[in-house]
């Protein structure tokens, strides 16, 4: 009987510390989103609008452009992030080990690209993969290739530019969460499970990964999250969509329904509710594959 | 030994490769900020002494040494309230668990989800509402409160030992004691990569910015930089030249904070 | 309270920027705000036109803010469809492809220049004065004119034998014939291309006196011959090789002000560009674009780009920022013939044609009479109705592009993209 007086005031206390946040996010954040769902079910060019129930959802069925974008979104998702995550871990992983030589040299240096601007990375990027650009010299020098690659004139080509820009820039990202979650863990148990002998490779499995499943889990959802509303990159590198819309993402698509063309605010908002079905989705799946491996 | 030492050298290749892709666009661009922008365009990956052409072509452009305060002043600020106001939320939605906190969780977690370009007339809106159009605190406030940092904490916070909860409450501390004295040092590795990310989130913020500040004088340097690449005849050596300015103090603060890592290392509790 | 707020506002702004823009130092009085793109250019013409007002009215002051273009046009289309006007400033500048979207998204936030008859607007170019026009009303001063041209080498072109003359009046189809050869006999290709982006299939249609739609609005695309034999040329023009693909604006100019490539089918605006290598001084010169052949009425004249100043109805210095404009870009001959020699901005106002400037020859292409050139072409320019849907049918037509690239089928590009814009348009 006396723990109910007690858990209601740490309770309390509990919601002391999150409000000032919750505050906020209401105001500045669900206030909007109401909002724009509300916009959702509009229909009308400009400020035209009128109501129009679930019209937009049924345009979204008819739209070849909004399911070019979708299936371009999923593809960079289902291909990159996992490349992304895997790379940063190993990278984390790698310099997380004091012997190494020149650990903060090379942490510093695979950080940097997250580091440099917007501008800065898409101007290069643009001109690296240019016809006569950097890369398309270094690889016939190496002779595997015979001749340029058109990267950002070819769908399939900027594609893969978009991927390459994306995993340059975030890994370096990623690997920060993970070399931090390293760091707090005790380096006394990979002494003691030296000392027993279990193998390198066995310690990754059985100690690391396991310690560092929160955030895994955080960086893959928050990596899921980034990519499904792709927009940076693909505006500032290939021009207006990529040839042939190649590299138009959900999120680039509801930028031009709002702002290059004769704006549809409320399919805009349709779009965007895509976007954040998709988001639920995955990371419902993602926690609980994450919750699964924890009662197996 | 032999497949130990050939194990080390195939890791430092690696890493090298890794280093050497991530590090030569910015030295490219260093290299540019030295060129004049004909030799750019050739490709030219050597020095060359077009630097102080480029960077007083800058200054007659813009403002520079505004342009930095009021990034800075945005970054610093929104980086400070993040730390606080995020991180508190996270530790108190991890460390107070109960059936409505996790509701309103999954419903933070959900709202990540909104592109900004959904939500952002609907916040102009709100802005304009409160008279806060063209100022910076129109760009800070809607990033405080940052369910992307709750969750990183709450996760973090996830590997705080609860003993030294239980021992603290024993010891006869309150919660905000708790908070400040035991939690805030034993995850300093945490704060220091938040306040790295957070930073850099702010400094480069582009979007939110374009559309809530309106005169020069309110404008940052992320915003100068884009309008600068745009113009008729874009003067790439003086962009260089701008954008690795504006690459500098995200990079000092990185160096800055990396140590933390370390010392959180030696410091955190066993 | 909302008056004082803004107008303290404007005017601390107004004095923190006195140092920053150079103005002259008015203190009290009106402070005008104007957004454009591009300091270099747009910027630097209204911080003359301002400079000029100031002299007869030393109590108003010009504020010019510059962003870039896509920006700017984003952060307007923003804040105007938040119906906030905090902020807003007093003109605008708006390129001409986009004037009916912003005149018909948000009617009553532009304000109709045609009602305060400070403005003659027969002294403009008609075709500027059309495409800002909805119903009887009339929103915009007309600015600079993308009449369009063939910036060429002249060099390359004569060491692969051919002369100004030679060029003066020729279908794309010879234009491509010529390439070829350019190609061959110097080894740089005659153009570059970014195919994300119709500038040229736009300058084709407007040059037969098409558009994307018939003068009512709808879409003119699928059944019409005309749009057909367009776009047929452009895809003989893709097929042809003799151009270089690029990506994005700056590549794009870079790629013939660094005479990698030997000409360039782009409007009046971009001899600033052009003019701004130095050494190349005397190796440019300035053709007439292609005619498109099989069109009736197709002539060597197009327009590409070009904008214009708006006024925002919910400007507390209307009546400045209207004054403003009607004395000195709809009067001042004088302050054309500056921006002309000074950015290289050739504006609507016609009376502008016969000063000094225009009729002066420039060493730089070679000692012909750039402007009377360009003026004459201007006079020819076929009028079309930009619609509100130009970005969509734009967007419709690069999905189709590399298909075009590799030869593909035009009646079926035709079909796609009339499809694609229908959909867009609902």
Do not use: C
């Given at each position: 009987m006396a723990q109910a007086p007690n858990k209601r005031k740490t309770d309390l206390t509990g919601w002391w510390f999150t409000s000032p946040a919750l505050i906020l996010l209401s105001l500045f954040l669900f206030y909007p989103i109401v909002s724009s769902l509300w916009m959702s079910l509009q229909i009308g060019k400009g400020m035209n609008l009128s109501f129009g129930g679930f019209a937009n959802i049924y345009r979204l069925t008819q739209d070849p452009v909004f399911i070019h974008a979708l299936l371009n979104t999923l593809t960079f998702l289902v291909v990159q992030v996992p490349i992304m995550i895997t790379l940063a871990l190993l990278l984390a992983v790698t310099l997380n080990?004091?012997?190494?030589?020149g650990r903060s040299f090379f942490r510093t240096a695979i950080f940097l690209p997250c580091v440099t601007s917007l501008v800065a990375y898409s101007v290069l990027f643009k001109s690296m993969f240019a016809a006569d650009g950097v890369i398309n010299s270094f690889l016939q020098t190496l002779h595997v290739i015979s001749s340029p690659i058109p990267w950002l004139a070819d769908p399939f080509w900027a594609k893969i530019v978009i991927i390459l820009a994306i995993t340059w820039r975030w890994t370096g990202y990623n690997m920060i969460f993970f070399l931090a979650a390293l760091q707090n863990i005790d380096p006394s148990i990979y002494e003691a499970a030296r000392i027993d002998g279990i193998p390198a490779w066995a310690r990754f499995w059985k100690i690391t990964l396991p310690a560092l499943k929160p955030v895994i889990l955080f960086t893959t959802v928050t990596s899921t999250i980034g990519t499904l509303q792709l927009f940076d990159e693909v505006n500032n590198i290939?021009?207006?969509?990529g040839p042939a819309d190649s590299t138009l993402t959900l999120s680039l698509y509801i930028y031009y329904l709002s702002f290059?063309?004769?704006?549809?605010f409320g399919y805009a908002a349709t779009v965007s509710y895509v976007i954040v079905a998709l988001v639920v989705v995955l990371s419902f799946l993602q926690f609980l594959i994450a919750r699964e491996k924890q009662t197996s | 030994m032999k497949p130990h030492y050939l194990q080390r050298g195939l890791i430092y290749v690696v890493l090298l490769l890794a280093a050497y892709i991530s590090v030569f666009p910015f030295f490219w661009m260093i290299v540019g900020s030295t060129n004049t922008m004909a030799d750019i365009l050739k490709g030219k990956t050597s020095f060359g002494n077009a630097l102080t052409n480029n960077i007083t072509h800058l200054l007659e452009q813009v403002d520079l040494p505004l342009l930095f305060w009021n990034s800075a002043k945005i970054a610093v600020i929104a980086t400070a309230l993040t730390m606080v106001i995020s991180s508190l939320a996270g530790y108190g939605f991890e460390i107070f668990k109960t059936r409505m906190s996790e509701r309103v969780f999954a419903l933070l977690l959900a709202m990540?989800?909104?592109?900004?370009a959904a939500i952002m007339i609907p916040l102009f809106i709100t802005m304009a509402q409160l008279h806060?159009?063209?100022?910076h605190m129109a760009v800070i406030i809607p990033t405080v409160a940052s369910i992307f940092i709750i969750f990183y904490f709450r996760q973090a916070t996830k590997?705080?030992?609860s003993e030294l909860r239980d021992a603290a409450l024993v010891d006869g501390l309150k919660e905000w004691q708790i908070f400040l004295y035991i939690y805030l040092p034993v995850m300093r590795s945490t704060y220091a990569a938040a306040t790295i990310i957070i930073f850099m989130a702010n400094w480069n913020n582009y979007l939110w910015p374009l559309i809530v500040l309106q005169t020069n004088e309110t404008k940052t340097l992320t915003l100068a930089v884009a309008s600068l690449l745009t113009?008729?005849?874009?003067d790439f050596g003086m962009v260089m030249v701008a954008t690795t300015l504006a690459t500098l103090p995200t990079l000092f603060i990185f160096f800055a904070l990396q140590k933390q890592f370390v010392q959180g290392l030696l410091g955190s509790a066993k | 309270m909302k008056n004082a707020f803004s107008r303290r506002s404007v005017l601390g702004a107004a004095l923190a920027g006195i140092s920053f823009l150079?103005?002259?130092?008015?203190?009290?009085g009106t402070t005008v705000t104007v957004w454009c793109w591009d300091k270099e250019f747009n910027g630097a013409t209204m911080k003359e036109a301002g400079a000029r007002y100031a002299k007869a009215h030393p109590d108003v002051t010009l504020n010019v803010v510059d962003f870039a273009k896509p920006d700017m046009e984003q952060k307007l289309q923003a804040q105007l469809a938040s119906g906030?006007?905090?902020?807003?400033?007093?003109i605008v500048l708006i390129e001409d492809y986009g004037a009916q979207k912003y005149l018909q998204s948000f009617?009553?936030?532009?304000?109709?220049?045609?009602?305060?008859?400070?403005?003659?607007?027969?002294?403009?170019?008609n075709y500027k004065v059309a495409l800002a026009t909805v119903g009887d009303k009339t929103y915009s001063l007309p600015f600079d004119s993308g009449v369009s041209g063939m910036f060429y080498r002249s060099d390359y072109l004569a060491q692969a034998g051919y002369k100004s003359a030679d060029l003066q009046d020729i279908t794309w189809e010879k234009l491509i014939e010529v390439g070829k050869a350019v190609e061959a006999k110097?080894?740089?290709?005659?153009l570059d291309l970014?195919?994300?982006?119709?500038g040229l299939l736009r300058i084709m249609m407007q040059s037969a006196g098409i558009?994307?739609?018939s003068p009512d609005g709808k879409?003119?695309?699928?059944?019409n011959a005309k749009f057909k034999t367009v776009l047929s040329t452009y895809a003989k023009v893709l097929q042809s090789g003799i151009y270089k693909p690029v990506s994005g604006w700056a590549e794009y100019t870079g790629t013939f002000t660094s005479g990698e490539t030997a000409a360039a089918i782009t409007g009046v605006w971009m001899t600033a560009t052009i003019k701004a290598?130095?050494?190349?001084?005397?190796?440019w010169s300035i053709a007439p674009v292609p005619k498109v052949d099989?069109?009736?009425?197709?002539?060597h004249a197009s327009n590409l780009g070009g904008s214009s100043w708006y006024v925002l109805a919910?400007?507390?210095?209307k009546a400045a920022a209207i004054d403003f404009l009607a004395q000195e870009w709809g009067k001042d001959a004088d302050f054309y013939q500056k921006i002309l020699v000074n950015q290289g901005a050739l504006g609507?106002?016609?009376?502008?044609?016969?000063?000094e400037a225009y009729k002066a020859s420039d060493a730089f292409f070679g000692g012909e009479a750039t402007w009377q050139n360009f003026s004459t072409w201007l006079g020819k320019i076929p009028g079309v109705n930009y619609g509100t849907f130009t970005n969509e049918a734009d967007a419709a037509v690069s999905a189709q592009v590399p298909a075009l690239v590799k030869g593909g089928s035009v009646d079926d590009a035709i079909k796609a993209i009339d499809a694609q814009l229908k959909q867009q348009m609902q």
């Open positions: 080990d004091s012997k190494l030589w290939p021009t207006l969509g290059r063309f004769m704006p549809s | 990540l989800s909104i592109p900004f806060l159009i063209n100022t590997s705080f030992p113009a008729y005849t874009p | 150079g103005a002259t130092a008015a203190f009290a906030t006007t905090d902020g807003l400033p007093d009617t009553k936030a532009f304000e109709p220049l045609s009602d305060t008859k400070a403005i003659d607007y027969k002294t403009f170019a110097t080894g740089h290709k005659l970014d195919l994300s982006d119709q558009w994307y739609f879409p003119a695309i699928a059944g290598n130095k050494d190349q001084s005397g190796k099989g069109v009736e009425g197709a002539v919910s400007s507390k210095n609507s106002f016609l009376a502008a044609r016969d000063g």
